[in-house]
C-alpha cells in the first residue's frame, strides 16, 4: 500500500506559477513511477507529467516547456513546477504512484486530488 498527500494549488491569474508538491508513504521500496495527471469534468484523466525512479520524464504535449516534474527520492516527493499557466490549465490535478512487485504486479494509486484555477 502507498500513500499520496498533495500540497499546493490554489489560484492563479493567467502567466502565473503554482507548484504542486506529493509525499509518498508506506511501500515506498515499489515504486517505479510518479506523476501528475488531471481531469476535467466530461473529459478523461490524462497525464501531464511523469518521472521514473531512474529520472526518465513524460509530458503531456500541450505542457511542455511551461511544466517541469521532479522527484526527490530521499524525501519520497514528486513536485511539479507550473509556469505560464493557461485558462486552459483549471482543472482537478491528482498525484500518481505505479508500484510493481513480483506477487501484486502493477498497482496505481491516487492521491485525492487539488484544485488548480487558472483566471483573471
Known amino acids: 500500500q502507498v500513500q499520496l498527500v498533495e500540497s499546493g494549488g490554489g489560484l492563479v491569474q493567467p502567466g502565473g506559477s503554482l507548484r504542486l508538491s506529493c509525499a509518498a508513504s508506506g511501500s515506498i521500496s515499489s515504486i517505479y513511477a510518479m506523476g501528475w495527471y488531471r481531469q476535467a469534468p466530461g473529459k478523461q484523466r490524462e497525464l501531464v507529467a511523469a518521472?521514473?525512479?531512474?529520472?526518465?520524464?513524460n509530458y503531456l504535449d500541450s505542457v511542455k516547456g511551461r511544466f517541469t516534474i521532479s522527484r526527490d527520492n530521499a524525501k519520497n516527493t514528486v513536485s511539479l513546477q507550473m509556469n505560464s499557466l493557461k485558462p486552459e490549465d483549471t482543472t482537478v490535478y491528482y498525484c500518481n504512484a505505479k508500484t510493481y512487485s513480483d506477487n501484486d504486479g502493477v498497482w496505481d494509486y491516487w492521491g485525492q486530488g487539488t484544485q488548480v484555477t487558472v483566471s483573471s
Open positions: 518521472i521514473t525512479s531512474g529520472g526518465s520524464t
